[in-house]
Each structure stands twice: as structure tokens, then as C-alpha cells.
């Protein structure tokens, strides 16, 4: 007895299906991917420059003094070719210790300063 033919599938149907079963995103879905964020840019445009953090210190748009943190700290470092230490800065600058740890932290990473020995910073 010969075995009945079914329906044949065809490919773009197979292709359909497999692309909804593994949440492949066809050209349309890009396509309005691409108009909401075009949308969502001009409502962004339109509301002017989103606000930013400011930086500790900075009043006015005066950019020089958002500096001032890493340069105090720099400065004192400076001061001392032999190094300086943690508590020294700390009492100079008047800085909390998490403020100064930071600060620290970035110059070293910056390789603005280099640490002498835990605790005590040198010019890089």
C-alpha cells in the first residue's frame, strides 16, 4: 500500500515558523524598532539637553572648579617628594574619607600618582 502524500510545506512557511519559534525579529520589526527611537530622539530634542550630575563643587557652569578635588589632592602629593600620607591629605583637604579614597583611587588609575607603600602616595 503506498503512504499518502501530505501537504507539502513550503519554505518561506517554514522559515515563518521558524523564526516566530526562536524570536528572530524580521525586517518590519526592526523597521519599528528604528521609528520609536527616532520618536523617543525627538521628544528628547524637543524637551532640550537632558540634566547630568554635576560634579562636587561646580556652581554656574564653572567647569575649572570640578577639578579642584583631584587637583588639591595632586597639589599636596606634589609637595611631598618622599610621599605623604593618607591621613596628612586627608586633614590638608578637609575631605571625608570615602571622597579622598576615590579621588585616590582614579589619580593611581590615571598614573597621576603611584603608592609608595599601603597608605602613602608619590608622584607619578
Do not use: C, W
Not at 575631605?95 to 603608592?115: A, S, V, Y
Request: glycine share 8%.
Amino acid at each position: 500500500m503506498a503512504k499518502k502524500k501530505g501537504k507539502s510545506v513550503s519554505f518561506d512557511a517554514m522559515v515563518k515558523f521558524f523564526m516566530q519559534s526562536y524570536h528572530i525579529p524580521t525586517k518590519r520589526d526592526i523597521e519599528g524598532i528604528n521609528a520609536r527611537l527616532e520618536r523617543i530622539e525627538r521628544m528628547l530634542q524637543a524637551h532640550g539637553p537632558a540634566r547630568t550630575r554635576r560634579a562636587a563643587g561646580v556652581q554656574n557652569g564653572d567647569k575649572q572648579t570640578a577639578e579642584t578635588a583631584s587637583n588639591a589632592v595632586l597639589e599636596i602629593i606634589r609637595r611631598h617628594p618622599d610621599g605623604v600620607g593618607f591621613s596628612e591629605i586627608q586633614t590638608q583637604t578637609g575631605f571625608g574619607e570615602k571622597k579622598l579614597r576615590n579621588i585616590l583611587f582614579r589619580l593611581h588609575k590615571l598614573d597621576r600618582i603611584k603608592r609608595k607603600r599601603r597608605g602613602v602616595y608619590q608622584q607619578a
